[in-house]
């Protein structure tokens, strides 16, 4: 048992000098979110603490991030938000995806689902009360100009979804 022990935390040491790169990439003002949008300071403060960390290329890494197997599950984290929706390029994706990301965005929060509990665990200043909820989707709601609902019946129409 002592042996399997040893093995174990050796193993573990191992693991540390094996990391992920870590996501960390300059602002872009031409397509940055709030570059871009230029939102009041509040609703600024709001999507940096509550959103950029998983979806954009600044996230701020707490000191558990250093350690592995965590850092793999943060990177790979980080790498889902930015799938479905992206901050840093919301200037250079086409008008209706932006739109989707905003409809997205609102239902996300009247829901709930943004951010994740296992985000606002350890994030504390993310935990969002309902009136910051509202304001972040009133922001988004502004943003909307009806393109993907346009392009979705066209979509539709073409029989590319259903």
Not at 85 to 104: I, L, M, N, S
Not at 112 to 141: C, G, N, V
Request: charged content about 30%; hydrophobic content about 40%; aromatic content about 10%.
């Amino acid at each position: 048992m002592k042996r399997f022990l040893y093995i174990l935390a050796a193993i573990i040491l191992l693991a540390q000098f094996i990391r992920p790169s870590k996501v960390a990439e300059p602002v872009d003002p031409a397509s940055d979110l709030i570059a871009l949008t230029k939102p009041a300071a509040e609703i600024e403060g709001l999507l940096r603490v509550a959103c950029y960390d998983c979806h954009s290329g600044q996230p701020r890494y707490p000191w558990y991030a250093n350690i592995t197997p965590v850092n793999w599950w943060l990177n790979q984290h980080i790498k889902e938000g930015r799938k479905h929706f992206d901050a840093t390029t919301w200037g250079t994706v086409p008008a209706y995806q932006r739109d989707h990301q905003a409809k997205e965005v609102m239902e996300m929060m009247e829901k709930k689902e943004m951010p994740l509990d296992s985000y606002t665990w350890t994030h504390a200043d993310a935990r969002l009360t309902d009136a910051q909820r509202k304001l972040i989707s009133d922001f988004f709601a502004a943003k909307r100009d009806g393109s993907w609902d346009v392009e979705k019946a066209r979509r539709k129409a073409a029989g590319e979804i259903k």
